[in-house]
């Protein structure tokens, strides 16, 4: 027996209008647990549509500023409410640690927090002109029905940094989830329910990308698409993105670069380097998968790396015990196995792992991957040049700065970045020199609602969070005021 979901549109829950469904499973045991609707074009049309009515003829229109920055309070509270109910299903779902959903669950609160504040703190401008009796300002208006596309792995966070800001700036939301994994998504739409968010300002569809995600992007109705996922899937966004002219900002993954000097503490190094390639089993954009050790270090921080890496505790993610849950779908296991195989054969050394762990028979079905750490002659191999999204490092020499830097560069993903040494004047030449949108200096992995991300190259373009993030959901509208007394003169008469 599978539970049966539903999408939330027009804050009303229904299946897709033709009846198709979409199966998910979990991924520990590899078994479906739940259906979920398969949307159709007409389906999306409806949440686009009510989602323009809810800005510019419902209650949602007429809110303040100050109106909006309550109902996000009460969302940040109905998420903290539902946190252990969201993390078991997001566990489920994905195969997360319960102890890493149930903590950001109820961190990602925060965030909601965050611009319930900061909604009536975005101001306009007023400007001197060369025109006396001429006033002119700005207002800040929303910029209209919003699209997010949402990936599996990190959905609540990543929705929230989108619908956060577009909700304090006015606008309405139609979110798609992923189609392998979209159950903690869909409970957002229980905390619009909860905050009391008019019908149509927040809606979540689920299904494949053709026809609903493409559809959602090129919406005549939708004026923004914040986009999180994979670069293939970005370039379609962008080609349907041509249809409306949308506003689009795209965060992808990315092939991260860590550098390890001589001099840097080497027991917060290692905690770093694992961090930032196991934790959430390597399924994060901002990953640190290229991992530099200056030679004077490379082989004891390399042996304790895999030291650690083979002590990892690999198993039931519902588990307090365990530290590295499955892989989300069968499809990025297959492709792990294939590029660190094919690594190997181009000359890596397999320092620990580059397999399936062993398990109990209930998870014998599941999609595992063991920590691997991988020595890499050259920055040729096919771990190294590939994001696999998983728990796979690919470990380097270098000898200068240069060097490392030029390695570092060396990819067309430029997420982000992390340097580890005691030297504050190296750290800052390091970070401006090597091409990334968040440079890490002696921690890695870390956020903040306070504090903007994103990367460049094919890491996608813009930033999502902190204050600034408010601008890219709104837009200047330029108010001209005349403040004359007398009539305005006639328009042919030249003076």
């Known amino acids: 027996m599978t539970d049966r979901l539903q999408m939330f549109i027009d804050g009303e829950w229904c299946d897709a209008s033709d009846g198709r469904t979409l199966t998910t499973a979990d991924p520990a045991t590899g078994r479906d647990w739940a259906t979920f609707p398969s949307a159709t074009a007409t389906d999306v049309d409806r949440a686009v549509r009510a989602a323009d009515r809810a800005m510019y003829e419902g209650p949602w229109a007429r809110t303040t500023a100050t109106q909006r920055g309550k109902v996000l309070r009460r969302m940040a509270e109905a998420l903290a409410a539902r946190a252990e109910h969201i993390a078991h299903i997001e566990t489920r779902d994905t195969g997360k640690l319960l102890r890493e959903t149930r903590a950001t669950t109820n961190y990602i609160a925060e965030y909601y927090e965050y611009f319930a504040g900061a909604a009536d703190k975005l101001q306009g401008s007023t400007f001197a002109t060369?025109?006396?009796?001429?006033?002119?300002?700005?207002?800040r208006e929303p910029i209209g029905v919003?699209?997010?596309?949402?990936?599996?792995?990190?959905?609540?966070?990543?929705s929230a940094v989108k619908v956060a800001p577009a909700l304090a700036c006015g606008n309405a939301v139609v979110l798609k989830a992923s189609e392998f994994a979209p159950a903690a998504l869909l409970e957002l739409g229980h905390i619009a329910e909860a905050a009391g968010l008019p019908?149509?300002?927040?809606?979540?569809?689920?299904?494949?990308?053709d026809p609903c995600g493409s559809?959602?992007?090129r919406h005549p109705l939708v004026a923004?698409?914040?986009?999180?996922?994979?670069?293939?899937?970005?370039?379609?966004?962008?080609?349907?993105?041509?249809?409306?002219?949308?506003?689009?900002?795209?965060?992808?993954?990315?092939?991260?670069?860590?550098a390890v000097f001589d001099d840097a503490d080497l027991d917060n190094a290692v905690n770093g380097i694992i961090a930032a390639n196991f934790g959430a089993a390597g399924q994060s954009c901002v990953a640190g998968t290229r991992v530099y050790l200056h030679r004077s270090?490379?082989?004891?921080?390399?042996?304790?790396?895999a030291a650690r890496a083979a002590?990892?505790?690999v198993g039931d993610p519902t588990d307090a015990a365990t530290e590295v849950g499955p892989l989300a779908t069968q499809g990025q296991l297959n492709r792990i196995e294939a590029a660190v195989g094919a690594s190997v054969g181009e000359g890596a050394t397999l320092r620990v792992g580059g397999g399936r762990p062993a398990l109990a028979p209930e998870f014998r079905d599941g999609w595992w991957y063991a920590p691997t750490v991988l020595e890499c002659p050259s920055g040729d191999i096919t771990a190294a040049r590939q994001e696999l999204f998983g728990p796979v490092l690919s470990a380097f020499v270098f000898d200068t700065e240069d060097d490392v830097i030029a390695a570092a560069n060396d990819s067309p993903f430029h997420y982000a970045t992390g340097v580890f040494t005691r030297d504050v004047g190296r750290a800052m030449r390091v970070t401006r020199r090597i091409r990334a949108g968040v440079a890490y200096v002696n921690t890695y992995r870390v956020i903040s609602p306070m504090v903007p991300f994103g990367g460049d190259g094919l890491t996608g373009f813009g930033r999502e969070s902190g204050f600034e993030s408010l601008l890219d959901y709104s837009r200047p509208k330029t108010v001209w005021v005349n403040t004359s007394p007398n009539s305005a003169p006639d328009p042919f008469t030249m003076r």
């Open 130 to 139: 060369d025109k006396p009796e001429l006033m002119a300002m700005t207002l």
């Open 146 to 158: 919003v699209a997010g596309v949402i990936p599996w792995n990190n959905q609540l966070f990543l």
């Open 199 to 209: 019908p149509g300002v927040l809606s979540v569809v689920t299904g494949e990308g």
């Open 215 to 217: 559809t959602l992007a």
């Open 224 to 258: 923004r698409i914040a986009f999180t996922g994979g670069h293939e899937t970005a370039r379609h966004i962008v080609r349907h993105s041509a249809e409306n002219l949308a506003v689009v900002t795209l965060e992808l993954g990315g092939k991260s670069p860590i």
């Open 297 to 305: 270090v490379r082989d004891e921080v390399l042996e304790r790396v």
């Open 311 to 313: 002590t990892i505790v």
